[in-house]
């Protein structure tokens, strides 16, 4: 890894803390991450999202740009403090895997892995901002961080929906089946669940408000235990 | 009784209860790997008979989620005849209706799983370069040719093998095996899973025909347009 690529990762920690003094001082962090998304798109020849590094890396892009597109019409944000703070621990945790280097292999190079991979992480990223919503809301009870929760959960479910039918297109084109019994795919499952209970709960009466914004926030730490813990713990076909 | 599969608790209690059964069926999965392993090398159907009757215990999750799989059903399909069933505006149309695309693209998913569970084929075996293998619908696979794809630093990028398919002693497909290039042929997919280049090139095929994997892509249309009417109606009466 290229020194000059390092310092400008490090100068990420320095830029995103800016968005604590004003929502749109992420835009600097914003661009400068994207640049090195691209910049390692184009120097190892494919999309940059294999290995934790890589991953988390484009989580915490994700969610930076999501909290921008979420409050940008606000000068200062009380999600603010919570949403850096996130973004800086997957950052660091980024920091601290391995790097993967060199070329896909030869049965991730379909667009529909790509497009499977890149809808997860934005849906994560989603997902994660409407667990910040939901600590908002039991702290403060604020309507609109409790509005927020849940389009940040509708939009993240049905883009991490639209992830899993590209994902079972692909492993339809790769291994003959669109769907493979394995605790990966499980767990993939529970957080599909979890999110449809939540969409249907916001609907039965005494369940809105506070319980539903708990659960948004259960619904991240499952997101979490499904890409982190899962693939620690348990053997599935998503290793490569 | 018909308030029970009527109401969005059962949904959201069943929803619980399919979370719980998942979640115990991640831990029994790696704890009995001589039950499980065979589980994605066969039709489901035929596994839950020559394997999991035989070890209950171990299935149970997989029992469990089929009963948690049929009582939603039944309260999504209650429901959606329901909401069809009611009074109609021409205010709420596209609100109402977008729901029961949502739940009867799920159905066509389920669909699909029974449909492949029970019914075409999974077949796995090698076969060498100038040989040929039957298949079911008096069908035969012939291997012309194999070849790996290797770049300057010996890292393997891809693979071709070339692929003749016979019906009824006439020629009626061919093409070239790669990297998620399967051959499809009336509904049946051949499959190069990997290759062994010791003394003789052979090729380790599947053959697989899933009746489900038209319905999984029809219902999962389905649920996409759904989800993403809802998404544009809701989102600014959130």
């Known amino acids: ?240 | 009784m018909k308030n029970f599969f009527l109401s969005l608790k059962t949904t959201v209690w069943t929803l619980f209860g399919l979370i719980c059964i998942f979640f115990l069926g991640s831990y029994l999965m790696p704890a009995h790997r001589d039950v499980h392993g065979s589980m994605n090398d066969q039709l489901l159907f035929q596994w839950v008979s020559e394997t999991a009757v035989l070890h209950p215990w171990a299935a149970s999750w997989f029992f469990l989620s089929l009963a948690g799989l049929a009582l939603l059903t039944v309260n999504t399909v209650v429901c959606s005849v329901q909401a069809i069933r009611g009074k109609w505006s021409r205010a709420d149309f596209l609100l109402r209706m977008a729901p029961q695309i949502v739940h009867i693209g799920f159905l066509c998913i389920l669909l699909a799983h029974f449909l492949g569970a029970g019914w075409g084929y999974r077949l796995a075996g090698s076969l060498p370069v100038e040989m040929s293998a039957r298949l079911p619908d008096d069908r035969v696979l012939f291997l012309n040719d194999l070849r790996p794809q290797i770049d300057s630093r010996g890292s393997l990028t891809g693979w071709a093998a070339e692929v003749v398919i016979f019906e009824n002693g006439q020629r009626v497909a061919e093409g070239v095996l790669g990297p998620n290039e399967p051959l499809f042929y009336k509904g049946m997919g051949v499959y190069l899973k990997s290759f062994d280049l010791q003394d003789r090139p052979i090729a380790h095929l599947m053959v697989n025909r899933d009746p489900g994997a038209f319905w999984a892509l029809f219902g999962s249309a389905l649920f996409i347009v759904g989800a993403t009417m809802i998404l544009l109606l809701k989102w600014n009466r959130a």
């Open chain 1, 1 to 240: 890894m290229p020194f000059s690529f390092t310092l400008m990762e490090t100068l990420l920690f320095i830029l995103y803390p800016a968005a604590l003094l004003r929502v749109r001082l992420i835009i600097p962090a914003l661009l400068l991450h994207g640049w090195l998304v691209l910049d390692s798109a184009f120097r190892y020849g494919r999309v940059p999202l294999i290995g934790t590094r890589d991953t988390l890396g484009f989580l915490a892009l994700a969610l930076g740009a999501a909290f921008l597109a979420f409050r940008w019409n606000r000068k200062r944000d009380v999600a603010g403090p919570l949403v850096i703070a996130l973004i800086l621990a997957i950052l660091a945790g980024s920091w601290v895997s391995p790097v993967m280097r060199g070329p896909l292999p030869p049965v991730l190079r379909t667009i529909w892995f790509e497009l499977h991979v890149i809808l997860s992480f934005v849906s994560y990223a989603l997902f994660g901002l409407a667990a910040v919503f939901g600590i908002l809301f039991l702290r403060g009870n604020a309507v609109q961080d409790e509005q927020d929760q849940y389009r940040c959960a509708l939009l993240g479910y049905a883009l991490f929906s639209l992830a899993m039918i590209f994902g079972g297109i692909w492993a339809h084109l790769a291994w003959g089946t669109y769907w493979l019994w394995t605790p990966k795919e499980l767990w993939t499952t529970i957080v599909w669940f979890f999110y449809s209970l939540y969409l249907h709960a916001r609907l039965v009466r005494g369940w809105t408000g506070r319980p539903v914004a708990a659960m948004g926030i259960v619904g991240f730490l499952i997101v979490m235990f499904t890409y982190v813990g899962v693939g620690l713990l348990m053997k599935s076909s998503h290793e490569f």
